[in-house]
């Protein structure tokens, strides 16, 4: 028998209605009432909440369901926008499937089926749906239902989790429009799984297919493999293509040259990752001399990336991510033990799981080794919010250590102007006292994995995220008919 437990929880939801302007100010509300039947108008947007505000149920047993409903009327005989979203909502429910949201709606209000709700820790602001036209004069009704699952099963670890917060309703200035990461899904309506990497992947996504894995904090991330014909973009007036939707859903994207058809898109032909490589340390991005996650000096790849940022995106910084991470991932496999230098042998992870075990990875497990320009998700360690691709992510894309791969599109456009280019992903220390970073194939050995001492001269591919704000203005992501990007100044001031 399963054990059935009460959990004390206190859930509190409140309807709030309001309009952004383009300077983020609020415009005046005004509440009538305080029970059933309180409004809340402001400009042309009446909300109508039938119930209580309140929700407190102090003993939430498996298979609690409660009701809520309420309305949005528009006053005037415009079509205006509005959205449904949560604030400041905590849920620290472990069980985290077993606490759902439904909503159900009339009269070309959107709906939503049953949903886990979000976790989170602290108070945080959530999306529940996106976007809502109403037309001149319409009422909309919805119909919130809230549930506790019962499961045949233990479900004790939820008691005294706490579940509050309120929804609230945000008026729009214009109709909604998809972000980036809505329109890849969206195109790619196809969404796989892999569990094999042994093998070159070759397959045409056929214009509409996306793979996902979990990648950090436990999130899925959305990735490009094989043959790809819909992830070109152009940006800054530089082509990119796709790599994958980040954890925090900003688009990563590697420089694809200076036309959608460039073989050689690279910033330098023949750099050096670090000008030395008689210590350990120099596999770091950022490094410090005998320290194995050391960021006191940038390296020498670095300062070539960074200074292509200044000359080519700067202008266009308030469109790329600040919080995706580009991982440097210098922790060592098991079994090693990291020395700075000598003539002891050791294995980067890296080199364990991709060359080995062919299993790739999105975790990035050291948190100094997520570079990032903002101190929320990583190190802060980079001036510019700019990196390169890693080992992981070559193999997700469809690469395998030893093996050329002339089909995936991550050697599309790399198959002249530099032998090999460098990832950001280090591979092991030599017993000689040298040491190695992964390399990708270029005109020698297209599409392959190696790895290269780090002070051989290799080409270099910058990589970028672009904010999970941003929205396109236009294309289909295709060779003739990239995605190009919308450049508004609402994303340009938010944060990610």
């Known amino acids: 028998m399963k054990n059935r437990v009460k959990i004390i929880v206190t859930i509190t939801t409140l309807l709030v209605i309001m309009i952004i302007s383009g300077t983020y100010a609020w415009f005046s509300t005004r509440i009538e009432g305080n029970g059933p039947q309180v409004v809340v108008t402001t400009g042309e947007l009446k909300l109508i909440y039938t119930d209580t505000l309140t929700i407190n149920e102090p003993n939430i047993e498996p298979g609690w369901k409660l009701t809520k409903t309420f309305t949005v009327e528009n006053t005037s005989n415009k079509e205006l926008y509005y959205k449904i979203v949560w604030k400041d909502l905590v849920n620290t429910f472990v069980n985290t499937k077993d606490l759902t949201i439904t909503i159900t709606s009339t009269n070309g209000g959107e709906n939503l089926g049953k949903t886990a709700i979000q976790s989170s820790s602290t108070p945080g602001n959530y999306e529940i749906i996106k976007g809502v036209t109403i037309a001149g004069k319409a009422i909309q009704e919805y119909t919130v239902t809230f549930e506790y699952a019962y499961r045949e099963e233990d479900q004790s670890a939820d008691m005294g989790k706490t579940f509050s917060g309120s929804i609230e309703i945000q008026g729009l200035e214009s109709e909604y429009k998809p972000t980036f990461a809505e329109t890849i899904l969206a195109d790619n309506p196809n969404v796989r799984t892999r569990s094999s990497f042994s093998s070159i992947f070759t397959t045409s996504n056929n214009g509409n297919t996306i793979y996902k894995a979990t990648g950090q904090d436990n999130k899925t991330t959305y990735y490009f493999a094989g043959q790809v014909t819909n992830n070109y973009v152009k940006f800054a007036n530089k082509y990119w293509r796709i790599v994958r939707i980040n954890e925090d859903n900003s688009v990563r994207l590697i420089y694809a040259g200076t036309s959608a058809t460039d073989t050689a898109a690279f910033i330098s032909t023949s750099q050096a990752y670090n000008s030395s490589y008689n210590n350990s340390a120099y596999v770091g991005y950022m490094y410090t001399a005998s320290q194995q996650y050391g960021t006191g000096t940038n390296s020498s790849i670095k300062t070539v990336v960074d200074n292509w940022y200044t000359s080519n995106l700067n202008n266009y910084s308030g469109y790329i991510s600040k919080t995706a991470i580009y991982c440097n991932d210098r922790t060592v496999a098991s079994g090693s033990t990291w020395i700075a230098t000598g003539n002891t042998s050791f294995n980067y992870a890296a080199r364990s799981r991709i060359q080995t075990s062919k299993i790739p990875t999105f975790v990035c497990s050291n948190a100094n080794d997520r570079f990032t320009a903002s101190t929320s998700t990583g190190n802060a360690k980079l001036t510019y919010p700019i990196g390169m691709i890693t080992a992981?992510?070559?193999?997700?894309?469809?690469?395998?250590?030893?093996?050329?791969?002339?089909?995936?599109?991550?050697?599309?456009?790399?198959?002249?102007?530099?032998?090999?280019?460098?990832?950001?992903?280090?591979?092991?220390?030599?017993?000689?006292?040298?040491?190695?970073?992964?390399?990708?194939?270029?005109?020698?050995?297209?599409?392959?994995?190696?790895?290269?001492?780090?002070?051989?001269?290799?080409?270099?591919?910058?990589?970028?995220?672009?904010?999970?704000?941003?929205?396109?203005?236009?294309?289909?992501?295709?060779?003739?008919?990239?995605?190009?990007?919308?450049?508004?100044?609402?994303?340009?001031?938010?944060?990610?």
């Open 392 to 496: 992981d992510e070559v193999v997700y894309a469809g690469g395998v250590y030893g093996t050329n791969n002339t089909s995936y599109y991550i050697a599309q456009n790399a198959s002249s102007g530099a032998s090999y280019w460098w990832t950001m992903t280090p591979n092991y220390w030599n017993s000689d006292g040298r040491v190695g970073t992964f390399i990708a194939g270029g005109s020698t050995n297209n599409g392959t994995l190696n790895f290269s001492y780090v002070s051989t001269g290799r080409g270099v591919r910058p990589v970028i995220s672009l904010k999970s704000c941003v929205i396109l203005s236009g294309g289909r992501g295709t060779v003739s008919d990239p995605y190009t990007v919308e450049l508004s100044d609402l994303c340009a001031i938010a944060e990610n």
